[in-house]
């Protein structure tokens, strides 16, 4: 009766209105909705398109009134933390990591301000993999935090046509939960009519993960349409799309494909899920909102019991949440006569954020049967009036289980390991009895010894010792192998007290030898040369590392693809028939490429890289470059340039020293405004002006003698927003 007097009281009480529960509004999750403009494949911008793809799945129980939108910005960094918000969504589109405000905030230093104080970040993005190739400190965050030991582009096309592909979520993952996703198919569910994804791709960008790291945990991965379905319980280890991984002090979520590629019906609400699950995954051992009550252990288990004998249990309960926990009864909703189990002491009482208290439960069985009772907590856990049950199990007329009982691995693999090199791996051997587990012999049957040599060997092996009830041993086990492709196994012997006729406990060890490999990194994989004039010609080295434990042979390095013969290879290069490239153990190879546009266009190329590297032997790198003309010639005395945003002078001009920018900046926002110097190369030589501008009209003194220019023609670029505007300016001495 009294637990259904609760249930009106409680419905009563959530009539007045959950809007009283919140005296003051606080956010605890914020997404930044300035990096990613997304696109249609006609490069038309979907307005509409971010909302549904990263806030709308979000901004759902429980975590809508806690979130906030925010652009990346010096504003909102100037009025917010971004370590007071417990996670931090950045959707990066096309943009790097190390993007940056005005004010010179980047992306990159606030993921890391937020992993240090062990908050928890999402990043998303379409090409951070292959923009990270040109920053050293972007490439080593994705090694270090997420796991990324190589990136390469996967062709999506067959032919000249788009090629269908899914997205892989991992089979009994907690996060992917296998959702499948479709890309460059026009498909319908669910009775809804097919629809073409919003944007159509001709590549994708994918990485590898770190082998034999437990931090890093693949979610999503790369397959054609036409793989096999079944494949989907074995992920490889390439192609990788997603991956989860625990850092230093935090736990991080990675996915490096664009969600607008994926099919508009099905696959998006899909990945919204997927996104969904993300968010309690990373945030089911964070404190929650409100007071929050959790017990443990539950349910209680009291195990045998004479008739007419009693025992006591202890349950702890621990306010996980941020604000004051009330628990104002508990009770036992016994259904035997007489009652079985019975609360001792305080049945309420209040508890601070992540403090504890514990309540005893006695059990004095009567019959010799089995007994299920429910232990209810009435409480404001969750912010509102709330009941709590867990289970209460004991049986009568038995004698308790006692003595000690082992938990341990029966079974270890330490995958493949390189010669020379070793793999270690923790075995914890878990006490679950309720008297001391004694460990009176601990070693080898077998050390998986081969012409004399033991593989497996111990860091510190103990015997003779015992593990308290609930309470745990680590030891580690050293896997060193001493030849390619031989697979060793091994066995552990322990002997215990353990419960029951049999006292010797077995744990299988295998491991492999690895083949020596070549292996073929190429820093950088894709290369941007920015813009250069006309006539001239800009170079940029490449470096093919070996990092492998065999010699690398290169057969061939052409270009598949070359845009009007803008690019070429002026050292490194290898064409076919030539004699092969042998690339050493840890030593590098020198790439240089040159781009020489012949007119004011967008160039691309392909090189490729043909090699006995076999997890890619046809390693492509691309490049991009724009062309544009020497337009300088000033002939008045100063000259202007400008557009509906913006508009700057020089004077003089041609300038012998120094010289007076003047410029205006039109509409009625404030807008970015970045003003520098560049070459004829389109090296930037000078910085002017990088801040947040104000609609007026300006004027600043240039020192040419001070920056230290030669004489010559030169560029004074102005970018305003999404705009740019380029002045030409001559320097004589």
């Not at 409680?10 to 999750?29: D, M, S």
């Not at 840890?586 to 490729?608: D, G, M, R, W």
Request: aromatic share 12%; proline share 6%; hydrophobic share 35%.
């Amino acid at each position: 009766m009294k637990k259904l007097f609760f249930y009106f009281l409680l419905i009563i009480l959530l009539g007045i209105g959950l809007e009283k529960v919140i005296a003051a509004q606080q956010y605890y999750y914020v997404v930044f909705d300035n990096l990613d403009k997304i696109v249609n494949t006609e490069g038309q911008e979907l307005t509409n398109a971010f909302d549904q793809l990263y806030y709308d799945p979000i901004h759902k129980y429980p975590f809508g009134d806690y979130l906030i939108k925010l652009p990346f910005s010096d504003a909102t960094f100037t009025n917010y933390r971004i370590t007071d918000f417990d996670l931090a969504v950045f959707p990066m589109g096309d943009k790097p990591l190390n993007f940056s405000t005005s004010g010179g905030i980047t992306v990159l230093s606030k993921i890391k301000e937020m992993e240090a104080a062990g908050k928890r970040v999402i990043i998303i993005g379409r090409s951070i993999l292959r923009q990270s190739q040109t920053s050293q400190p972007v490439q080593q965050f994705l090694y270090d935090y997420l796991g990324v030991d190589e990136v390469f582009m996967v062709n999506t096309t067959s032919g000249s046509k788009y090629a269908g592909y899914t997205i892989n979520g991992v089979i009994d993952d907690t996060l992917a939960n296998g959702t499948r996703k479709w890309g460059n198919l026009k498909r319908g569910e669910n009775n809804i009519p097919p629809a073409d994804p919003w944007r159509w791709v001709s590549e994708l960008e994918a990485f590898k993960v770190r082998p034999d790291d437990w931090r890093f945990t693949v979610i999503d991965w790369f397959s054609k349409v036409t793989d096999d379905v079944q494949i989907i319980n074995y992920p490889p280890t390439d192609t990788i799309m997603g991956v989860r991984t625990h850092t230093p002090h935090s736990k991080m979520v990675f996915w490096c494909y664009g969600t607008e590629y994926l099919c508009a019906v099905g696959s998006i609400p899909r990945h919204a899920t997927e996104l969904w699950y993300a968010f309690n995954w990373l945030l089911f051992d964070v404190p929650k909102i409100g007071p929050y009550l959790q017990s443990v252990p539950n349910p209680l288990q009291f195990g045998g019991r004479q008739i007419g004998t009693d025992t006591t249990k202890r349950i702890v309960i621990t306010n996980f949440g941020r604000q004051e926990l009330k628990v104002t009864d508990v009770y036992v909703n016994n259904f035997e006569d007489p009652e079985p189990f019975e609360v001792l002491g305080p049945t309420s009482f209040n508890l601070q954020p992540l403090d504890t208290h514990s309540v005893f439960v006695k059990f004095a069985p009567t019959e010799e049967k089995s007994y299920l009772e429910i232990l209810s907590f009435e409480s404001n856990s969750g912010g509102n009036p709330s009941l709590i049950d867990m289970e209460l199990k004991g049986v009568g007329g038995k004698d308790p289980e006692q003595g000690p009982i082992i938990d341990v691995v029966t079974s270890v693999n330490f995958g493949e390991v390189k010669i020379g090199r070793y793999q270690e791996k923790d075995i914890v051997i878990h006490n679950i009895g309720t008297a001391p587990l004694i460990i009176n012999y601990n070693n080898f049957s077998n050390n998986g010894t081969n012409n004399g040599n033991g593989a497996f060997t111990y860091n510190d092996r103990r015997a003779g010792f015992q593990i308290n009830p609930d309470s745990t041993y680590t030891m580690v086990i050293r896997f060193t192998p001493h030849e390619a492709g031989l697979t060793y196994n091994g066995e552990i012997k322990l002997e215990t007290n353990q419960k029951g006729d049999n006292p010797f406990t077995y744990i299988k060890l295998t491991g492999k030898g690895a083949v020596a490999k070549p292996k073929m990194v190429p820093f950088p994989t894709s290369v941007i040369f920015d813009t250069v004039l006309t006539g001239y010609n800009k170079e940029i080295p490449i470096t093919i590392k070996n990092t492998g434990s065999a010699e690398l042979v290169i057969d061939s390095i052409n270009f598949i693809r070359n845009d009007s013969s803008a690019f070429s290879i002026t050292e490194g290069g290898m064409p076919e028939g030539g004699t092969p490239i042998t690339v050493l153990p840890v030593e590098e190879h020198i790439l240089k490429v040159q781009f020489t546009p012949s007119e004011e266009l967008t160039y691309n190329a392909t090189i490729q890289i043909v090699s006995n590297y076999e997890e890619t032997p046809n390693y492509n790198i691309y490049f991009n470059g724009v062309g544009r003309q020497d337009t300088v010639g000033v002939e008045d005395e100063y000259d202007f340039a400008g557009n509906e945003l913006f508009v700057m002078k020089a004077m003089p001009n041609p300038n012998y020293g120094k010289a007076m920018l003047e410029y205006i900046l039109k509409g009625d926002v404030p807008r970015k405004v970045d003003i520098f110097i560049i070459d004829v190369l389109g090296n930037r030589i000078s910085n002017i002006l990088k801040t947040n501008l104000n609609p007026g009209d300006y004027r600043c003194e240039m020192d040419m003698q001070a920056i230290k220019l030669a004489s010559g023609n030169y560029y004074i670029i102005a970018n305003v927003g999404d705009s740019q505007v380029r002045l030409p300016i001559v320097i004589l001495k």
